[in-house]
């Protein structure tokens, strides 16, 4: 009788089993809290080419796919040496056992198209151990000086279909790029692609510049400059480059500003008569809103992505610690307790976390904690690391290090949530102050 019970109970579960799709049946996921985690062996063959014009894309675009999956350091390209098959039409039935017998767990197939000047890529992700597809295949369209965001596309789509987060390869960075000796630094803004691509200068060199903040939509950036001899606030149009000086009040500076996650307001710090407290604008009408009125630092303001509530430092306990107040000011509670000073405090796209810098022990780092000051981790330890900012995603933060010495190197580094994967941000000469984009559009 029990015999017959369980024989009846295994039926039922295969027939459940055989009514799935193939991809359901899937296990290509990675655990990304795992602390063990081992990266996943992929595959990606050269892209095919349609036709002859889109060669010169095909292996160029399945080399940044896999450079971006490679990065996050929870995957590992496996050498085309290995390979026993290859692929030279997008339609042809995949030979599992070949990439099974080279331990690929994924597999990424692509094809190119090209048009005039126009990029057509689509692309499918395989299970290889499962032998299913990973949904339907994607397609994306572009231009020839487009390619490699296609590429990057294509990599988010594969990230977040085997590790269930969400996209940030296709996004920009906005910076601060430095040349010349420590003591005579020339900074200016430039705007590039998270990995460090198609580097474009958005002002120039003559007046120092700091902070740059993206807008929600990504299309525009505040930073504050020194043009004028004195910290003022500057909106600037990525597209155009065209620039505005936010309305300031005479006999103050203004510094330190972050859009609202709607775009329309700006908060900032504004410092007057010795005292410094933040302050809330309208961008259309230029009309300011002071938030904080203690008698102490207040700065780096940071919106919660619902824009109901703001972090900020301030050294009112008598040093610098971390503070929440509602978007409208009123009374503030300290989210910071550890021993040290802290600021910079960047609140997670997800909601969930602060990033933030601590001074320490004679040691800078870049740590985050929960909303409620709990589980606090420091994620890095130099001698100079600070400035945190999320990707869209709220997986991975860019900061800046800056090296010991009186050549004092400057550079933008990355590192995973979880203390993983630190990595150097490749740049043309010294880069401070990152600042990343939302995904593009």
């Known amino acids: 009788m029990i015999l017959s019970r369980i024989t009846a109970f295994l039926l039922a579960a295969a027939v459940v089993l055989m009514s799935l799709p193939m991809a359901a049946l899937a296990e290509l996921n990675l655990e990304l809290d795992d602390p063990n985690i081992e990266p996943m062996p992929f595959a990606v063959p050269t892209f095919v080419a349609e036709n002859a014009e889109a060669s010169a894309f095909a292996n160029q675009i399945a080399r940044v796919v896999a450079e971006d999956l490679t990065g996050t350091g929870l995957f590992r390209e496996i050498s085309k040496d290995a390979y026993i098959s290859t692929v030279t039409n997008f339609n042809s039935p995949v030979q599992y056992a070949d990439w099974k017998a080279i331990n690929a767990q994924a597999l990424i197939v692509g094809a190119v198209n090209m048009n005039g000047n126009n990029v057509t890529v689509k692309f499918r992700l395989f299970d290889v151990f499962s032998g299913a597809a990973l949904g339907d295949g994607l397609q994306f369209g572009g231009t020839t000086t487009s390619w490699r965001r296609m590429a990057h596309k294509v990599a988010d789509a594969a990230y977040s279909r085997i590790t269930g987060e969400g996209a940030y390869f296709d996004s920009r ?75 300031d009040q005479p006999g103050t500076m203004s510094f330190a500003p972050r859009f609202s996650p709607n775009g329309q307001t700006v908060v900032y710090s504004l410092s007057s008569g010795g005292n410094t407290d ?13 938030l904080t009125s203690e008698p102490s630092i207040e700065t ?78 420091l994620l890095t330890s130099s001698f100079l690391d600070e400035g945190p900012s999320w990707s869209p995603n709220g997986r991975v ?20 949530i979880s203390g993983r994967n630190l990595r150097r941000v490749t740049t043309d000469g010294g880069a401070s102050d990152p600042a990343w984009s939302p995904l593009l559009k």
């Open 300 to 377: 780096a303001p940071s919106f919660s992505p619902d824009g109901k509530q703001i972090v900020f430092e301030s050294d009112r306990s008598g040093n610098q610690q971390l503070y929440i107040m509602s978007a409208n000011g009123g009374e503030a509670r300290r989210i910071s307790f550890g021993t040290g000073r802290y600021g910079t405090p960047v609140w997670s796209p997800r909601g969930d976390l602060v990033a933030f810098t601590k001074q320490s022990g004679g040691r800078f780092h870049i740590g985050v904690m929960r909303v409620d000051g709990s589980d606090e981790q």
């Open 397 to 416: 933060i860019m900061f800046m290090r800056e090296s010991a010495g009186a050549g004092g190197e400057v550079g933008l580094y990355s590192i995973d």
């Open 173 to 247: 960075v906005v910076f601060v790029s430095e040349t010349g000796p420590k003591n005579e630094r020339k900074k200016r803004l430039a705007i590039m692609d998270y990995d460090g691509a198609n580097v474009q200068f958005l002002t120039d060199s003559r007046s120092l510049v700091l902070a740059p903040r993206f807008s929600p939509t990504g299309d525009r950036v505040l930073y504050t400059s020194y043009e004028s001899g004195f910290p003022k606030i500057y909106v600037l149009d990525v597209a155009s480059v065209g620039r505005r000086a936010l309305a």
């Open 278 to 290: 933040i302050y809330r604008m309208d961008i259309g009408s230029g009309a300011p809103v002071r």
